[in-house]
């Protein structure tokens, strides 16, 4: 698809630019049985507003406050690993909007990115890890929701190399709209295009818009075996695994403790998960995969080396508490994809 | 002293109240250089004003914030090891307001101080931590240095069997008056007092305050090495604790790895410190061993197994980033010791 101008595309000054919800997540431990009283479906994402959001922080156990957001923890891995990434996200002029652009551009993302003066409050989810480390989240989107195509700087997509995006931002026609036009400006400029469905509930409530993006404006697809087999209403990864053969494009898959396949144009490679001590909590493993990923795509590796490296940023996320890297993810990469970096 | 007026003493409704500065704590992993560039000494404590932070905190790597303050921190760790705390302490109605009294309200202290309408924001602790686990701290004081004796409520005072303060609370004259306005009420209430001198840095800058203090108003003081080395300007811990001894009261003076030694009315105790595996973090050390001896002292345990339970609470915040437990600390207590609870 980019073969055509490639002669025109200027070199990339980032690798990859993201637009997504800006949030600073809130995480607590809890028991099941909290989960069940308030109705929580565990491992899922749901939108809550303020008056829910007041209810359930009164009933939580004491959090702590962390940098997150999907996209934004995708681009704070690509950084970690020694990429040049970008961010477009929205946050109000509030002490955890501070916290959320300290904390993206102390790692080294690009966030120029204005803080409202009005509006909302900067966003918030409310994570719930329970004793099996699966996160159950509860985001309360504020001042994230108003993202509107006016907030795309064209040329700050078009430097980039790979503009990413993720499916909660159909949660509001305007964040939706300032995607698709990110990924029309990105492919106007020669770029290529990644998108994740996010998570099962928000692909069953978009399934329809996400296949028609899907069918044409997206390079590179990241799912879990939820997300996919929601999206093409089937019973088991074999048959999602079917229908992506059957398209064009390259399928990121991810299937948690049994590692990660990828389809690129109908070929299929299977890759095993990073080896992990101790499983704190899930949160931000499929935004890492993202990241270490899109970090190999931009530096030469193949589609089953990033995978790998994929599955080892994940790896690192999953370890500790908290959706951003603590180690220095360039430290884990191993020599034999070391070498292989351009 | 408490024992001519113990008839008329009311059975206490809360095992120990503490006043204190109220501060949210960001923290981030720095190196060694970053230190010395920014010329910060290693394991201390310094005020810092606006400027100074908003510098400091570009420089910074990503940060996590998590409720902290010192004798905040002891409450947390007294309410979470099954005791009855309250807290004193000034934040403003600000998102990190918000986030202090939600996290020491959760974990079952009791927290009633309201926030301010208006001044300047709730304080926040920049702590940066390096590779060996020490923790350099940077505390912009806001809100919490607002504190003045107007803000003890007698009664909730008087409802405690121990009042608790620190030392920090010398860097703002109101906040001292307040301390010291509470620890008279608690004793004209035949009620118990504790102190810790917080920091050598603060020990060194009030040292004759601390003395005239400790002189007749303290039931129980907690200090570590340097701190207490500080108060009596000697060299050697067997020159501190020779000044120790010859003094009444409780004092509880803690090694880190050493453990701590108990000087009761002139007998000591010399206490092991608890196994760690790793060591991630030592903010909050000294605040949990507090909580563990104060829960003791208030839950009928003898002077070493205070300081035995000392050991383990602060065994647990220094394995992992924050100075709030993440474990329920009930667990970690030994059976030896939970026989012995009253």
Known sequence: MTDATASAIPPAELDVVAVGNAIVDVIAHADESFLVEHELAKGSMRLIDTEQAGRLYDA???????????????????????????FVGKVRDDQLGEVFAHDIKAIGVEFVSPPAAEGPPTATCLILVTPDAQRTMNTYLGTAGLLTPGDIDPAFIASAEVTYGEGYLWAEPGAKAALTHAFATARAAGRRTAFTLSDSFCVDQNRAEFLELLDGHVDIVFANEAEICSLFEVDSFDAALAEVRARPGTWALTRSSRGSVVVADGVVHVVAAAHVEHVVDTTGAGDLYAAGFLFGLTHGLGFADCARLGGIAAAEIISHVGARPEAALTDLVPVDLRVLLT
Chains 1, 2 share one sequence.
Do not use: F, Q
């Open 60 to 86: 939580m156990g004491p959090g702590s406050e962390s940098s997150g957001g999907s996209a934004a923890n995708t681009m704070a891995g690509v950084a970690g690993l020694g990429g040049r990434a970008g």
